[in-house]
């Protein structure tokens, strides 16, 4: 029934009047005729009220002559009306439209900017900068360069350690999250030099403080290298004791060690030359796929192929693309232990690329065995550097008098 | 075929008898609804009163407030309140 109410709505109907003594015979001979009246109602005697499509009325017409009875039309309902009245109000669908346009207009720009920081000092600075910079209120939202922003608050300010500029309706908020420096020790206060790492000690180099260790000793993380209390006299009972901020080169040999599994058998994707297109309606981030017909492939790889921008991207950015979706197949390919072997190392060399471009490398060594289960090669690489290992830390008091 | 005849068909295959017998059907939602079936045209109709030929006679619909909620060339919908539904000879 609603389907029936929807598609009269569309369609158009009339309320009329039936105004004759042989109202019923009317209704009949339009039953006959197959023309759908609805909502019949007596007024008196000899009116009646109904409801009818709009096509059927004509045909209504026609009838009511016969029957000797009139039709007047008391309204005229339906969008198919709607759209005709309002065809000649063209001064108040030009306002509607403008209204439209004015909101979504007036929605494109950035009102309000929030920081979302508990320092209070630092978010006052941010949002100067960033006036400074042309992100101020009443800035067009679209087209936004997030990351610009981002890059110069991060550049200018050491302390932000993560940013992100998110644009909620007409409010632009920027999050921060500030850096948790390690307290940089003053000259003043006492400390003393620890390692960093395990090694073995190459070189040592103290400036003030006085060494425990000497070239050749093996350390461990946490070893106290060059330390800051200084005992003055050794003659008396009593030490004297001079707590200073201990300073110092201690270059130690140190090694890393990373290893990398490679399969000997290795599954790859191979297109077959089969191909099917798709078409995806794009209306600003969401995706509408249109297919034709499934996708029967088991693997296969997607591929834009052609993009039609039907609205810009500033005005909401709809767009067509066509979609290639190309299928594949997994073909098995076997390698031997050789190829295995320089594979690994070509990997391990990528992920220790940091550490020998920055460091002294006195030593490399490379490994090669099989899995247990013989099917793959575990290649393992260990390069022994030279660094400075020192890193200061602070005597508290009380630990002084131990 | 004479009546008894379409009876008895109807009862050995076990059709609907309105559709054999050629005779109305009338439904009734409680108070507010009666949906007739192969009706044979309305002969009266105020908000009282609704009188529809069928080939078994007149139905008569009493009530207040009646209203043809729909009508085409086999059914009809009154609405309203019913009071009473009578079938003339």
């Known amino acids: ?5 929807l598609w009269n709505y569309l369609s158009g109907y009339v309320i009329i ?17 197959n023309l759908y009246l609805w ?12 409801k009818i499509n709009v096509k059927d009325f004509f045909k209504l017409a026609r009838l009511a002559k016969k029957t000797r009875s009139r039709i007047y039309v008391l309204q005229r309902v339906g969008l ?4 005709s009245k309002l065809k000649k109000r063209k001064a108040f669908l030009f306002g509607a439209l403008l209204f439209v346009v004015a909101i979504y207009l007036m929605s494109s720009f950035i009102w309000n ?9 630092l978010s006052t600075s941010v949002i100067e900068d960033l006036r400074k910079w042309g992100l101020r209120e009443g800035t067009f939202k679209y087209g936004l360069d997030k990351q610009y922003y981002l890059n110069k608050l991060l550049t200018k300010y050491k302390n932000i350690s993560w940013a992100e500029i998110e644009i909620r309706g007409s409010k632009l908020i920027v999050e921060l999250v500030k850096k948790q420096l390690p307290p940089e020790l ?16 190459e070189e040592i180099v103290n400036f003030r403080g006085e060494a425990l260790v000497e070239p050749g000793q093996t350390v461990s993380k946490g070893d106290t290298l060059i330390t800051g209390k200084v005992v003055l006299d050794q003659d008396q009972d009593q030490d004297q004791v001079l707590l200073v901020h201990a300073q110092g080169i201690v270059k130690a040999r140190v090694w890393y060690q990373r290893a990398v599994k490679v399969p000997l058998v290795k599954t790859k994707m191979i297109p077959t030359g089969n191909s099917k297109k798709s078409l995806v309606l794009q209306l600003g981030k969401h995706v509408l796929n249109f297919q034709f017909g499934d996708i029967a492939y088991n693997h296969y790889d997607k591929k834009t192929l052609n993009e039609f921008s039907i609205l810009p991207r500033l005005s909401g950015g709809i767009q067509f693309n066509i979609v290639e979706y190309a299928e594949m197949k997994p073909t098995k390919e076997f390698l031997d232990i050789e190829e295995a072997s320089r594979e690994a190392e070509a990997e391990l060399l990528l992920q220790l690329k940091g550490i020998l471009k920055e460091k002294k490398v006195t030593q490399k060594k490379m490994e090669y065995m099989l899995d247990s289960d013989q099917t793959s090669v575990i290649g393992s690489m260990i390069i022994e550097v030279i660094e400075d290992i020192g890193q200061k830390r602070e005597i508290k008091y009380g630990e002084e008098k131990i | 075929m004479s009546e008894g005849i379409r009876q008895k068909i109807s009862d050995a295959l076990d059709l609907p008898q309105d559709v054999i017998l050629d005779v109305p059907k009338v439904i009734l939602t409680g108070r507010i609804a009666a949906f007739i079936e192969n009706h044979k045209g309305i002969i009266q109709y105020n908000s009282e009163l609704v009188k529809i030929n069928t080939s078994i ?9 009646l209203l043809i909620k729909t009508i085409i060339a086999d059914e009809i919908t009154v609405e309203g309140k019913i009071t009473a539904i009578e079938l003339e000879e």
């Open chain 1, 186 to 201: 003053e000259e003043s206060t006492p400390c003393d030099i620890i390692a960093s790492k395990d090694g073995i000690i």
């Open chain 1, 80 to 83: 198919f009306f709607t759209i």
């Open chain 1, 1 to 5: 029934m609603l389907l029936i109410k």
């Open chain 1, 17 to 33: 009047k039936i105004v004759g003594e042989y109202g019923e015979r009317l209704l009949n001979q339009a039953a006959m005729k």
């Open chain 2, 57 to 65: 006679g007149v139905v008569c619909i009493k009530g207040a407030g």
């Open chain 1, 113 to 121: 900017i929030e920081i979302k920081c508990p320092d209070d000092d």
């Open chain 1, 39 to 50: 909502d019949v109602k007596r007024v008196n005697d000899n009116e009646l009220t109904a």
